[in-house]
């Protein structure tokens, strides 16, 4: 997912109204995209066990939410990801997901930013006897834009709304990214995702996959995504570790800015995944990743999924 989105704030209590700030901007003013990406399944354990159901996600993922926390200055590298996602069932084994998201790409060390919105579509069929026990294979396509889509302008409100941090009228330490690139790079985005699945005994599982994914248009981008996971399932409960690892490349100069992606390097990515469903008679579920490393940046990337089952 491609992958990551940060903003960070030195009181630990703005977490929460930061997440609140995420509902907000997912609701009304998304500008478009998905984790980039790997089209990452952070909402993978609610679908493995109940697949056939309706679902509506919203993601938001932030460095500042990664564990340890980093030295890396407040709003350097990947800023405040937000996904919006329909999740709907078609025939008896399949799905298809359709989505946007957001990505802010701030420059450390420098004035230049760089927004990255993406809007998506994706299917997927089961092959084995459920998600949970099998093969899995998909694919997508979308559409990516690459510019100036407002980023700075909700940062800059985040900041003066919601919590003490850098501003756009800030001087020196204390000025907030707001220098974009002139023009924009328009993508045609696909990708192809297959994972497989099979249960070692009692709850735990192992998984096994790789995801692609490639853009053309004024510009290129390609992303590959293999990873191995172990995984627990108890009740409503899952928990996956999983040992990723992902490579990049470019011609969209914006993208690569210090802080964006490292382009042409094999990167180790683990990550910790867990998710809570909701009783029947409330259905909602709640995710929680965590990745290290991302983009070679060592900003690690903590993330929340909420999601209401319907």
Request: hydrophobic share 40%; with cysteine.
């Amino acid at each position: 997912m491609a992958k990551g989105p940060f903003i960070r704030c030195g009181a630990r209590a703005a977490a929460l109204r930061l997440v609140a700030l995420a509902c907000a901007l997912g609701v009304g003013s998304l500008p478009g995209g998905a984790r980039g990406q790997d089209d990452a399944d952070v909402f993978a354990g609610a679908r493995a066990r109940e697949w056939g159901t309706r679902a509506l996600t919203l993601s938001f993922f932030d460095s500042f939410l990664g564990m340890p926390h980093t030295q890396l200055r407040d709003d350097n590298g990947f800023v405040a990801n937000l996904r919006l996602t329909v999740e709907l069932p078609r025939l008896e084994r399949e799905r298809i997901r359709v989505g946007v998201s957001e990505q802010l790409i701030t420059e450390r060390g420098g004035p230049n930013r760089v927004d990255d919105g993406r809007v998506f579509a994706s299917w997927e069929r089961f092959l084995g006897a459920s998600p949970g026990r099998g093969l899995t294979v998909g694919g997508t396509a979308g559409l990516r834009v690459v510019g100036n889509l407002g980023g700075s302008v909700l940062q800059d409100w985040a900041h003066r709304t919601l919590f003490e941090g850098r501003r756009l009228d800030g001087q020196g330490a204390a000025r907030l990214q707001g220098q974009y690139p002139h023009g924009y790079d328009v993508l045609g985005d696909f990708g192809a995702v297959a994972r497989v699945a099979r249960p070692v005994g009692g709850p735990w599982s192992v998984r096994a996959g790789v995801e692609a994914g490639l853009g053309v248009g004024t510009g290129w981008f390609g992303e590959l995504h293999p990873f191995v996971a172990i995984a627990l399932t108890a009740g409503p409960l899952e928990l996956e570790l999983r040992q990723g690892a992902g490579i990049y490349g470019t011609s969209v100069r914006p993208l690569t800015m210090p802080g964006g992606y490292v382009t042409g390097v094999l990167e180790s990515q683990p990550s910790f995944h867990a998710s809570l469903l909701g009783p029947r008679s409330l259905p909602l579920t709640l995710s929680f990743d965590l990745e290290w490393n991302q983009g070679n940046s060592h900003q690690h990337v903590g993330g929340f999924t909420f999601g209401a089952r319907f």
